[in-house]
């Protein structure tokens, strides 16, 4: 069965420092993955996705992620991170084909420091 | 501008009593979903549905039921028989690979 796992529940930052946020995943096939973000109260946005193609995914607010299959991992980064960037993400890996259900990790919530 | 409005935003049970969320989509998808999201626990499947007066439990279904009678809404009720009810509750419709969600309702419980 698919799994998602984000070893890191709770990071804490400097604003203007780099970031980046750990998923490793584990899927029979090469895996459709997905990064979402949620402020405190809402619901979930997405980030950005990858399907396939270039390993490297540029994605909203500045947000890019990297697969990488030897390590089966999908890290979200950002060179420098805003205050405004505080908030739960989430990395997700979708069934392929058919229903659409989705497995989402437990989620790294991010604070960012002045 | 499309998306998915659930409502209320906040919501509170009394011991024995029914309560019912409110999920509304405008993006024309066919899929719709509910999700419980409890801290440090990612998000739940309860119910989901790929089609209009057809739908599917989730893996944590108990305690909960829905309906699919139009493509635009698909309401939760959380009934009696659901113990621990205090949680948030996130609604999401998808175009085949993209989940859309909700800003949510948190219900609490009296």
């Known amino acids: 069965a698919q799994s998602v796992t984000q070893p890191d529940i709770h990071i804490t930052v400097s604003e203007g420092a780099s970031l980046e946020l750990r998923c490793n995943y584990s899927?029979?096939?090469?895996?459709?993955l997905f990064w979402y973000v949620q402020s405190p109260g809402q619901g979930l946005q997405l980030l950005l996705k990858?399907?396939?193609?270039?390993?490297l995914v540029q994605g909203i607010k500045g947000f890019e992620a990297e697969f990488k299959r030897s390590q089966s991992s999908f890290n979200l980064r950002k060179p420098s991170v805003h205050w405004s960037d505080a908030a739960e993400y989430f990395c997700?890996?979708?069934?392929?084909?058919?229903?659409?259900?989705?497995?989402f990790g437990t989620g790294t919530k991010l604070q960012v420091i002045p | 501008d499309g998306g998915i409005t659930q409502s209320p935003k906040y919501l509170f049970r009394k011991e024995g009593q029914n309560v019912t969320l409110s999920c509304e989509q405008n993006?024309?998808?066919?899929?719709m979903y509910w999700y419980r999201q409890d801290p440090g626990q990612g998000l739940r499947l309860i119910y989901y549905s790929q089609i209009v007066n057809d739908f599917q439990k989730g893996d944590i279904a108990e305690g909960y039921s829905v309906s699919r009678e139009k493509k635009e809404s698909f309401p939760l009720t959380v009934t009696s028989a659901q113990k621990n009810p205090t949680a948030f509750y996130l609604c999401?419709?998808?175009?085949?690979?993209?989940?859309?969600f909700g800003a949510g309702t948190r219900l609490s419980v009296l």
């Open positions: 993006l024309n998808h066919d899929a």
């Open positions: 997700a890996v979708p069934q392929r084909g058919g229903y659409q259900k989705v497995t």
């Open positions: 899927y029979g096939a090469t895996p459709y």
């Open positions: 999401a419709s998808s175009n085949e690979d993209i989940q859309y």
């Open positions: 990858y399907f396939s193609g270039d390993t």
